[in-house]
């Protein structure tokens, strides 16, 4: 069974930084595109960030220059290192790997780490 564990949330001041961490489990995925996502109160999800398996990076526009992916195939892991926290990057934060091009859609999601960030 695949699983996508997220950590690393919590509570800071705006301003601060967070390090979220993702790790698979049950296949790897250095060979698939691994992303961030994000989901606010009321909101839809969007996307934060995602990296390619040859670590070639992209990211929203709200969250450039602030907000920095990255892998560790030998760990299957992906993390997002968060810097210059805002109020408005308050958000449930959630992995995803194995983009599916033919489906248009993320084969595997976890399920999800809390992210707030206080005035």
């Known amino acids: 069974q695949v699983q996508l564990v997220e950590s690393g949330g919590g509570l800071v001041q705006a301003g601060g930084s967070l390090r979220l961490s993702c790790t698979a489990a049950?296949?790897?995925?250095?060979?698939?595109?691994m992303g961030w996502f994000r989901q606010a109160p009321g909101k839809e999800r969007d996307f934060a960030a995602i990296?390619?398996?040859?670590?070639?990076?992209n990211y929203a526009d709200s969250v450039k220059g602030r907000f920095f992916i990255s892998r560790d195939n030998a760990k299957n892991t992906v993390f997002l290192q968060m810097n210059s926290l805002k109020p408005e990057d308050t958000a449930v934060y959630y992995c995803?790997?194995?983009?599916?091009?033919?489906?248009?859609?993320?084969?595997?999601w976890g399920r999800g780490t809390q992210v707030t960030v206080s005035s």
């Open positions: 995803a790997a194995d983009w599916d091009a033919r489906r248009g859609q993320y084969n595997y």
């Open positions: 990296i390619a398996p040859n670590g070639a990076t």
């Open positions: 049950g296949r790897t995925f250095s060979n698939s595109i």
